[in-house]
């Protein structure tokens, strides 16, 4: 079974009606729906926002369901060159907000854990088949930025959460996410609230697109 997972329903509820023979559940109190898109098993999750949310819902759920493979859909702040609209495959998450950097860790890495986590060769391969994307780093961390981070990179709230407990469940995942607003932009807070009413048929088209 493929898991299809965003932290928003303003990302994931137009990809609902892609699924055939749906059927819904709920997993620590997330709203789950399981069917068919293109012939394929498939689990729709909507985590919540934030680190814990995101882990708590994949954890639930990797605990419980044989899940082949996770793609992860969302929006994202994307810091110059990039312009909003702008579709990314994330090729490693890390956090930007967790700091042990003191003790001799590097920046954003969790003892006994890799500083960034890697998306699937496979699955890398297998999207960029079929969407000719750029390839960039993400950035997590549990406040919105409003200030550049690192050039080319994006940023949200719960992607490296969910590469970590992907990690630890020795699961294939990949993240797509669009730029909805580019962080230090005058306008940017604005940008994200417009561009955030549109983002769930972006992200039915990438699923129709990839599955």
């Not at 680190?51 to 992860?72: C, F, G, H, M, R």
């Not at 907000?97 to 391969?125: A, K, N």
């Amino acid at each position: 079974m493929i898991l299809i997972i965003g932290a928003m329903a303003s990302e994931t509820v137009k990809i609902e009606t892609l699924i055939k023979n749906p059927d819904y559940l709920t997993i620590s109190s997330k709203a789950i729906v399981t069917g068919e898109i293109m012939g394929k098993k498939v689990m729709l999750a909507t985590t919540g926002v934030g680190k814990v949310n995101a882990a708590l819902t994949l954890s639930a759920i990797l605990a419980t369901y044989p899940i082949e493979s996770i793609i992860n859909v969302g929006l994202v702040g994307g810091f110059k060159p990039l312009h909003q609209g702008d579709m990314v495959i994330i090729k490693e998450a890390a956090y930007h907000d967790f700091d042990l950097s003191i003790f001799g860790y590097e920046l954003g890495q969790v003892p006994q854990m890799p500083t960034y986590y890697p998306s699937s060769e496979s699955l890398i391969h297998a999207v960029s088949s079929k969407l000719d994307l750029k390839h960039v780093r993400l950035y997590t961390g549990d406040k919105f930025l409003t200030n550049p981070l690192e050039m080319g990179s994006v940023c949200d709230m719960e992607g490296a959460a969910l590469y970590q407990t992907a990690y630890l469940y020795q699961t294939p995942i990949i993240s797509i996410k669009v730029v909805s607003d580019v962080v230090g932009e005058q306008a940017q807070i604005e940008d994200y609230e417009l561009f955030e009413q549109t983002s769930s048929e972006r992200f039915k088209s990438i699923i129709g697109q990839i599955l």
